[in-house]
């Protein structure tokens, strides 16, 4: 049976990754709602899907590390490859969260081409 893994301290470079992500994605969210009320339903559909792709960026430091440290070793591939494995099985919700946010840009899009605003 695997023993839970303690949960890293958060440095101060990814504290301050999540809170400007947070903060960006909590604007978009709110541009979505001033959108929705004054009819867009377009532009309110692409500003909920950003600020959702925002969201799911939230939890992807570490692997901007590892990107970091697999530029100067020569297995940096692999190391790339395991750190987003490990990542994609820790925090599942990103991958649902960044789905739903290239979904509803994909439909503003089409409202949009369609004549809708």
Same mark, same amino acid.
Do not use: C, I, K
């Given at each position: 049976m695997d023993s839970p893994r303690k949960p890293l301290p958060i440095s101060a470079g990814e504290?301050?990754?999540?809170?400007?992500? =947070? *903060?960006?994605?909590?604007?978009?969210?709110?541009?979505?709602?001033?959108? =929705?009320?004054s009819g867009r339903l377009a532009q309110? %559909?692409?500003? %909920?899907?950003?600020?959702? %792709? *925002? %969201?799911?960026? *939230?939890?992807?430091?570490? =692997?901007?590390?590892? =990107?970091l440290r697999a530029s100067e070793r020569p297995d940096g591939r692999e190391l790339l490859q395991k750190e987003a494995e490990r990542l994609r099985k820790a925090q599942p919700w990103t991958a649902r969260a960044s789905?739903?946010?290239?979904a509803m840009m994909l439909l503003s899009l089409g409202l949009r081409l369609a004549g809708a605003e």
């Open positions: 504290s301050a990754w999540r809170s400007v992500f =947070f *903060l960006l994605s909590a604007l978009m969210a709110a541009l979505a709602m001033v959108d =929705f009320s309110g %559909l692409g500003d %909920l899907g950003v600020s959702s %792709l *925002l %969201l799911s960026m *939230l939890a992807q430091y570490p =692997f901007l590390q590892a =990107f789905a739903w946010g290239w």
